[in-house]
């Protein structure tokens, strides 16, 4: 095949062009609780005395770097956020729906069937922000008081088209903010 | 992660032994392939794909020398993407073959539809074909490959991080009153560079002629580069 030959060069040449042209852009790693400052391992130990080891993140973003521990505990998913020094910044918990808020649920729906024809909720989050003592008294005291929740909800959602959206809506289901989600392209995997 | 890929590595070397032993038909190259995907609009999409077999060795090929560097095929197909919901869509694709003395034209209809799990992506692709090819008879197959891809670095593929993906398909054929039924699995390492591209080293391992005479086996060093705009 005479065809071959410069088929396999236009082919090494762009893998070797685009090899060493990366974007840099958001992302997170995996990293050992060593490297994590103690102030968030001790927020953490303080707050959820029972705790089995964590997972612990190093997120890159616009805003910096952030550290993230995951864990489960009595059959949640739970995500703390801490800032670069260690210092608290949310703690996000996953649940089902019918753990929001009867009322605060209500409205949610209601702002779904007014912005889309049809949708489909693949999860929620309660976020609860609030001073490092405050959400520490909530953890192990069960002391609501000055907490601030919201709920973060990846849904599937369809108008022209459907779309995966994130959105966060306060306390009474108020929308907040909303951001489309760009699906990781899945050229590899479907061709 | 690990026995995963001493697994896949582990069953490569066990056929390559059985091969070597037996006198069905066994070659093995290198599969450069790469995939061009246009986004249309929210909803529909286009991909070009070119993928090239070149021979290194073959355990019954008289006329050649081992090691040698003969070409076995190159495939070029284009599929018209329409996305039904997020990580689901069926495609319609053209297909053409140029293979010494099997040139071939193919027709494809295909839904793909993905899993998402906390960590794992897992797409399960259904496919029929129909294939034309000079002095044969149609062939007509389906075909279906579950896909796993694992982030290797954090819990989601970042900009600039590494990933494993695997597959196994099943591929039922009939041509001219036989069946026949080929089975391919791939283990990759990928590097996921940005949104728009990405490039994947692995090993493609098929078996066919299960069913008719002519059991054989091919196992290809693959680089697939994939670029979306």
């Given at each position: 095949m005479k065809l071959v030959r410069p088929i396999l060069a236009i082919i090494f040449f762009w893998i070797s062009f685009f090899a060493f042209s990366q974007e840099k852009t958001e992302r997170e790693v995996k990293v050992k609780p060593s490297q994590v400052p103690i102030s968030a391992k001790e927020w953490l130990t303080d707050a959820f005395e029972d705790l089995r080891k964590p997972k612990w993140y190093l997120e890159y973003s616009q805003k910096g770097k952030a550290f993230e521990a995951k864990f489960s505990k009595n059959g949640y998913l739970y995500s703390v956020e801490f800032d670069s020094l260690g210092n608290l910044e949310d703690v996000e918990i996953e649940i089902p729906s019918s753990e929001i808020p009867p009322e605060t649920w209500t409205n949610i729906r209601n702002y779904f069937s007014e912005e889309f024809k049809e949708i489909s909720v693949q999860k929620i989050q309660r976020q609860l922000i609030g001073s490092e003592s405050d959400l520490e008294d909530f953890f192990d005291e069960d002391e609501s008081g000055r907490i601030t929740v919201q709920y973060e909800i990846v849904f599937q959602g369809k108008n022209e088209a459907w779309q995966v959206w994130e959105g966060l809506f306060d306390e009474k289901g108020s929308l907040i903010s909303i951001i489309k989600v760009q699906l990781r392209p899945l050229d590899n995997l479907v061709f | 992660m690990r026995k995963l890929i001493l697994l896949a590595v582990f069953l490569v070397f066990v056929s390559l032994k059985v091969q070597a032993q037996s006198n069905h038909r066994f070659f093995t190259g290198v599969f450069p392939e790469v995939s061009l995907t246009r986004k249309l609009n929210e909803v529909h999409r286009l991909n070009f794909k070119i993928e090239n077999q070149e021979i290194l060795y073959d355990n019954q090929d008289s006329d050649s020398e081992n090691p040698q560097f003969s070409h076995y095929r190159t495939d070029i197909m284009g599929f018209f993407d329409r996305s039904l919901r997020p990580g689901m869509s069926v495609a319609l694709?053209?297909?053409?073959?140029?293979?010494?003395?099997?040139?071939?034209?193919?027709?494809?209809?295909?839904?793909?539809?993905?899993?998402?799990?906390?960590?794992?992506?897992?797409?399960?692709?259904?496919?029929?074909?129909?294939?034309?090819?000079?002095?044969?008879?149609?062939?007509?197959?389906?075909?279906?490959?579950?896909?796993?891809?694992?982030?290797?670095?954090?819990?989601?593929?970042?900009?600039?991080?590494?990933?494993?993906?695997?597959?196994?398909?099943?591929?039922?054929s009939h041509q001219g009153g036989d069946f026949e039924i080929e089975n391919r699995l791939v283990a990759s390492l990928g590097k996921f560079f940005s949104k728009t591209e990405k490039l994947e080293w692995g090993l493609d391992y098929r078996t066919d002629g299960y069913i008719q005479e002519g059991f054989r086996t091919r196992l290809w060093a693959k680089v697939s580069y994939f670029y979306n705009f």
């Open positions: - | 694709g053209l297909f053409h073959r140029f293979q010494e003395n099997e040139d071939g034209n193919r027709i494809i209809q295909q839904l793909a539809l993905l899993q998402k799990s906390r960590v794992v992506r897992i797409n399960h692709r259904f496919r029929t074909d129909q294939t034309f090819t000079r002095n044969k008879p149609l062939e007509v197959r389906f075909r279906y490959r579950l896909s796993v891809e694992v982030p290797l670095q954090g819990a989601e593929v970042d900009p600039g991080e590494l990933y494993f993906l695997s597959s196994a398909e099943s591929i039922f």
